[in-house]
T-cell receptor, first 113, second 115 residues
Framework: DAGVIQSPRHEVTEMGQEVTLRCKPI?????LFWYRQTMMRGLELLIY????????DSGMPEDRFSAKMPNASFSTLKIQPSEPRDSAVYFC???????????FGSGTRLTVV | AQSVTQLGSHVSVSEGALVLLRCNYS??????LFWYVQYPNQGLQLLLK??????LVKGINGFEAEFKKSETSFHLTKPSAHMSDAAEYFC?????????????FGDGTTLTVKP
């Protein structure tokens, strides 16, 4: 298994631009999580899905952030418009039914200038 | 509500010395507990997990952790540190009663191994 696949690995964009981060979970996993990691705030859960349905989006910072999971093998996190304070590493993780630990992707390092 | 507290944001040990990373949890229901490791520029990797079987849990790379309910602790240990153990370590807790629930992570402990 290739693990959780995130793209792109690095993204540099200008303030105000739209950014889309992508995630392909492990096949057969039914839960998907989006986290943001910064030095100041550590790991923050943004949103998570079970069986493609958003369960808890209370961690989404504001309306500029949105996430979708149109099918079991793909999810996106979109920021529109982006701001410098959105600069962080964004991780996607998935978990299988009956399992309890996560498998994380390698992350997307986002820099907004 | 559930939370974890990792005592010590930085721990430094000499190669070959004992590694002890501390984690205390708070949970209103029986918890599941985890340790993850993060190497530079990588995602988190599951080291080990406690899911109410044996209280002493063995993980990858020679690490182990002991669940102590009376102390609400889940400290991570390794008898002899190796240079390759240098990384950031995260303790996490999940709600045992909700299989679909989320994990709450601690702030992380950076382990430095001196030659």
């Amino acid at each position: 298994d290739a693990g959780v696949i995130q793209s792109p690995r690095h993204e540099v964009t200008e303030m105000g631009q739209e950014v889309t981060l992508r995630c392909k979970p492990i096949s057969g996993h039914n839960s998907l999580f989006w986290y943001r990691q910064t030095m100041m705030r550590g790991l923050e859960l943004l949103i998570y899905f079970n069986n493609n349905v958003p369960i808890d989006d209370s961690g989404m910072p504001e309306d500029r952030f949105s996430a979708k999971m149109p099918n079991a093998s793909f999810s996106t996190l979109k920021i529109q418009p982006s701001e410098p304070r959105d600069s962080a590493v964004y991780f996607c993780a998935s978990r299988g039914q009956g399992s309890y630990g996560y498998t994380f992707g390698s992350g997307t390092r986002l820099t907004v200038v | 509500a559930q939370s974890v507290t990792q005592l010590g944001s930085h721990v430094s040990v000499s190669e070959g010395a004992l590694v002890l990373l501390r984690c205390n949890y708070s949970s209103s229901v029986p918890p599941y507990l985890f340790w993850y490791v993060q190497y530079p520029n990588q995602g988190l990797q599951l080291l080990l997990k406690y899911t109410s079987a044996a209280t002493l849990v063995k993980g990858i790379n020679g690490f182990e952790a002991e669940f102590k309910k009376s102390e609400t602790s889940f400290h991570l240990t390794k008898p002899s540190a190796h240079m390759s153990d240098a990384a950031e370590y995260f303790c996490a807790v999940s709600d045992k009663n909700t299989n679909a629930g989320k994990s709450t992570f601690g702030d992380g402990t950076t382990l430095t191994v001196k030659p």
